[in-house]
């Protein structure tokens, strides 16, 4: 089976911008889950959609926003980008859905300027 | 809340010897529990997990660990290093009430020949 996908691997974008980024998960999995990873932060949870729906969320600002597609795409799209937002966001597809096993993306990096 | 921590951010062992990665959890019920690692630039790959049942899990690359409720705790352990085992390593724990899994800091694992 085909790993979890993520596109684009990187990113730079400008301050107030905003930004969509995509994931395929695994074959069958109808869970995706969205992190954040910044050096001062550690993994951060940002949210989970399992069929089509957000199940859970993050303490983040609605400024991160995300949905599913019915073929259990996922996106998410951060608006309004500050330089904080820079950071590796990994997405990570699970078969039941967290806190189940997750199996990771190899991640976006973003960089903003 | 369910919180992880990883005491040791940083360990350095020499090839060959055996490795011990300390993950402590707060959790009231039993948890679901995971270690992952992390080859820079990479996503997450799942080492093992514990769910229920033998305390003792085995998984990839000749990793194991021990569940001990008394202590909280779920060590990663390897009995011979390898130098391409130089990753982070992640401890993780997750419950079905907050359906998520909260993540450690990561442990940075260094290898000398």
């Known amino acids: 089976k085909a790993g979890v996908t993520q596109t684009p691997r990187y990113l730079i974008k400008t301050r107030g911008q905003q930004v969509t980024l995509s994931c395929s998960p695994i074959s069958g999995h109808r869970s995706v889950s969205w992190y954040q990873q910044t050096p001062g932060q550690g993994l951060q949870f940002l949210f989970e959609?399992?069929?089509?729906?957000?199940?859970n969320k993050g303490n983040f600002p609605g400024r991160f926003s995300g949905r599913q597609f019915s073929n259990s795409r996922s996106e998410m799209n951060v608006s309004t980008l500050e330089l904080g937002d820079s950071a590796l966001y990994l997405c990570?597809?699970?078969?039941?859905?967290?806190?189940?096993?997750?199996?990771f993306g190899p991640g976006t990096r973003l960089t903003v300027t | 809340a369910q919180s992880v921590t990883q005491p040791d951010i940083h360990i350095t062992v020499s090839e060959g010897a055996s490795l011990e990665l300390r993950c402590n959890y707060s959790?009231?019920?039993?948890?679901?529990l995971f270690w992952y690692v992390q080859s820079p630039g990479q996503g997450l790959q799942l080492l093992l997990k514990?769910?229920?049942?033998?305390?003792l899990v085995q998984g990839i690359k000749g990793f194991e660990a021990e569940f001990k409720r008394s202590q909280s705790s779920f060590n990663l352990r390897k009995p011979s290093v390898h130098w391409s085992d130089a990753a982070e390593y992640f401890c993780?724990?997750?419950?079905?009430?907050?359906?998520?899994?909260?993540f450690g800091d990561g442990t940075t694992l260094t290898v000398k020949p």
């Open positions: 514990y769910f229920s049942g033998d305390t």
């Open positions: 993780a724990v997750g419950n079905t009430n907050a359906g998520k899994s909260t």
């Open positions: 959790y009231g019920a039993t948890p679901y």
């Open positions: 959609y399992f069929s089509e729906t957000q199940r």
């Open positions: 990570a597809s699970s078969l039941a859905g967290t806190p189940h096993e997750q199996y």
